[in-house]
């Protein structure tokens, strides 16, 4: 299985086709858009790695972009005792979806690609049942119980 080891947003990622990842908010980027990741320190698989020198010229990775978003509120919150003083702030960290798709090499040939996604198209039937159900009045509950 072929991965790559990307850097976005600050960070390294290690990534294979396929596979879904939340990184930081890519600017100017509409959704179902393709991305590509020029900056590339590694790609390879089980039995041969290629490293660069800090980056590998001419390979990249392309990525199709899912969605963007925010995550959850985080609560900062500082106080200094017996001053009567404290603050309280949030934040929300802006992210970006995206899907791995295809993985190149520095000569352009494409190492592993991912299986297309379908949207499910079966349609789900509504099963109507009847239920039956006895109910007991007063006199009939008196003869059964003597």
Do not use: C
Request: proline residues 1%; glycine residues 6%; aromatic residues 4%.
């Amino acid at each position: 299985m072929s991965y790559a080891i990307i850097q976005t947003g600050g960070k390294q990622y290690k990534v294979k086709a396929g596979e879904i990842l939340k990184i930081e908010r890519l600017e100017d980027s509409k959704l179902e858009t393709k991305i590509e990741f020029k900056e590339i320190l590694a790609y390879g698989d089980d039995k041969n790695i290629e490293v660069g020198s800090p980056t590998v010229e001419g390979a990249k990775v392309e990525a199709d972009l899912i969605e963007n978003g925010k995550n959850r509120t985080i609560l900062i919150f500082k106080k200094r005792r017996r001053q009567n003083s404290r603050r309280k702030n949030g934040h929300r960290q802006q992210y970006s979806l995206i899907r791995i798709s295809k993985i190149f090499s520095k000569d352009g040939k494409i190492l592993s690609k991912a299986e297309k996604m379908v949207k499910p198209t079966k349609k789900i039937e509504k099963v109507e049942t009847k239920v039956e159900t006895k109910v007991k009045t007063k006199v009939e509950a008196k003869a059964v119980n003597k």
